[in-house]
């Protein structure tokens, strides 16, 4: 479990004193009993009967932390020209307070933070929002059939599921609409729309802003004209921040209807995002590949995609 120092990345050693110590060594005996790597904390004063060390990351694990007071006094003690003294103590703010506990107060924060993170992130994977996309929703010349659909098919599953409103044709934009989504609490975020070739297209590229590691599987591949097709063809997206998970959806309805009954399938099976993007993807390929079959070429297939 993972907890993040929020900027409060110091704790301090009193009762402490150096005669003719390596600091180098010192920070890393203090970095191997919190389970960090030797270049991840560093003294950064020293004073008499004081030794404060800071962490160089953000993020610490929990059981690394709390608790390790005892485990820090005696690495510290094993290094040459390290004197500790009778009281020694181990301060700090915030997360890092906890380091001073004893090690069965610890256990019972560590169990209880687990059980609190683990109620916690059951609640906000159920909280979905959902987003239109275009100037032709905007301008109320497309109806938004999506939204209601799929706020309608979450609501019968067990989401607690609104509606963040119509995204418009502007990356970033969109990347600061799902950024606020996020900090609202919600963990599962769809949106609609803009996931096509042309250059207005660009809820795929917003979501990989926010994940680069986002999976993003081709539903049709084309070669741009550079007209109206600025790109290599259509993609859904499916990315992750933290607990929650963005998907990018294409506009069609039916599209919609197959993805979403796709999606959902995949969250009850626990796939992974790769999994997930893939299942979702393929029911969406074998409606083109079938669309295809019955006498139009892969091109003019796409002419009448609105997404």
């Not at 191997?32 to 004081?50: F, I, K, P, S």
């Not at 993020?59 to 003294?85: D, N, T």
């Not at 032709?136 to 109806?143: D, F």
């Not at 039916?254 to 299942?279: F, I, T």
Request: glycine residues 10%; hydrophobic residues 45%.
């Amino acid at each position: 479990m993972e907890w993040d120092l929020l900027e409060k990345t110091t704790f301090w050693v009193e009762d402490i004193d150096l005669l003719g110590a390596d600091l180098k060594e010192v920070a890393a005996a203090a970095a191997q009993a919190l389970g960090l790597d030797t270049h991840e904390v560093m003294v950064v004063d020293v004073r008499q009967g004081l030794v404060a060390f800071d962490i160089l990351r953000r993020q610490v694990q929990a059981e690394s932390v709390a608790g390790k007071k005892a485990e820090i006094l005696k690495r510290l003690q094993e290094v040459p020209g390290v004197i500790i003294g009778p009281k020694a103590e181990v301060h700090s703010e915030g997360v890092l307070g906890l380091i001073a506990l004893e090690p069965a107060e610890a256990q019972k924060i560590l169990v209880t933070s687990a059980r609190m993170t683990s109620e916690i992130t059951q609640a906000v994977t159920r909280r979905a929002l959902v987003f239109a996309s275009g100037s032709e929703v905007l301008a109320g010349k497309i109806r938004d059939t999506n939204s209601p659909y799929i706020i309608e098919v979450l609501t019968k599953a067990g989401f607690k599921a609104d509606f963040g409103g119509i995204l418009e044709d502007d990356l970033v934009a969109v990347v600061n609409r799902l950024e606020g989504s996020l900090e609202r609490g919600y963990g599962l975020i769809i949106t609609t729309g803009g996931v096509g070739a042309e250059d207005k297209d660009c809820n795929i590229e917003a979501i990989l802003r926010l994940d680069p590691k986002a999976h993003t599987p081709w539903i049709l591949k084309f070669t741009p004209d550079c007209n109206r097709h600025h790109k290599e063809g259509v993609r859904i997206a499916v990315g992750r921040v933290g607990v929650a998970r963005l998907i990018a959806l294409p506009g069609p309805h039916e599209e919609v209807r197959l993805a979403c009954q796709a999606l959902l399938e995949g969250l009850v099976q626990s796939l992974d995002d790769a999994s997930l993007a893939e299942k979702i993807a393929g029911v969406l390929r074998k409606r083109w590949h079938e669309s295809m079959g019955k006498g139009g070429s892969e091109h003019h297939g796409f002419q009448g995609y609105s997404g």
